[in-house]
């Protein structure tokens, strides 16, 4: 299973709301690419959602997400993937290191899975 919602921008909070309590088991990658480039707004439901995603997850692409506010990533501080091979926070972090420690924790979850960070 994927979700790509790449350079979906424009996607208001109620929407993302609708993640809630959403749980994928079995979901292998999720492309949110600039999704949180211009405001936050529903970042801590979708990285709550992520989070779920457990140890099918392969491949994470947050690239221009540089948004997302530090309350947000700490939804990735339980995150379990040890089968995540790339990740990509480019510019994620550019104008604020806020939730960076959350965000890597996840990110070492992989162990030697990992390939692409």
């Known amino acids: 299973e994927n979700l790509d919602l790449c350079n979906c921008r424009k996607i208001p909070l109620e929407a993302w709301k609708k ?6 088991p079995n ?9 949180f480039r211009e405001n936050g707004a529903g970042a801590a439901e979708a990285l709550q959602a992520v989070a ?14 540089g948004q997302i506010p530090a309350e947000a990533w700490k939804k ?4 379990q993937w040890p089968n995540l091979q790339v990740v990509d926070f480019t510019a994620c972090f550019q ?3 806020a939730g960076a420690a959350e965000a890597l924790q996840a990110v070492a979850s992989a162990g030697p899975s990992l390939t692409k960070l």
């Open 52 to 65: 779920s995603a457990g140890p099918s997850l392969t491949k994470l692409d947050l690239c221009g997400c």
């Open 76 to 79: 990735l501080g339980e995150a």
């Open 19 to 24: 993640l809630g309590d959403a749980q994928w």
């Open 95 to 97: 104008e604020n290191g």
């Open 27 to 35: 979901l292998q990658e999720v492309n949110l690419k600039f999704c």
